[in-house]
């Protein structure tokens, strides 16, 4: 299984961006994917997820209602959207997979890519 993530860059507070996690050797529509993140120095903070099977999806407090995540199932591609981002969110996302998972919140992961760098400064 490998997980590549892309779509991290520079934004000024209150801004957008869209990352994209393209899977091979896994499975869409059988399993969960979630979005990881993570600062120097702090442990890691589950963000969001989504059951690729039903589409289900689930947010942390700290994002829900700014984030939004989705999966193209043909594409083998899971999506986060972040909308009205803050100085404060953790700079560093990494794609995650569950095997036949449900997704959930804050599942065990299975599979990891190798993380995107969003940083939020004006």
């Known amino acids: 299984v490998q997980l590549v993530e892309s779509g991290g860059g520079m934004v000024q507070p209150g801004g957008s961006l869209r990352l994209s996690c393209a899977a091979s050797g896994f499975t869409f529509g059988s399993g969960g994917m979630g979005w990881v993140r993570q600062a120097p120095g702090k442990g890691p903070e589950w963000v969001s997820g989504i059951n690729t099977g039903t589409g289900s999806t689930y947010y942390a407090d700290s994002v829900k209602g700014r984030f939004t995540i989705s999966r193209d199932n043909a594409k083998n591609t899971l999506y986060l959207q972040m909308n009205s981002l803050k100085s404060e969110d953790r700079p560093l996302y990494y794609c995650?997979?569950?095997?036949?998972?449900?997704?959930?919140?804050?599942?065990?992961?299975?599979?990891w890519g190798q993380g995107t760098q969003v940083t939020v400064s004006s």
């Open positions: 995650a997979g569950q095997m036949g998972g449900g997704g959930g919140f804050a599942p065990q992961y299975d599979y």
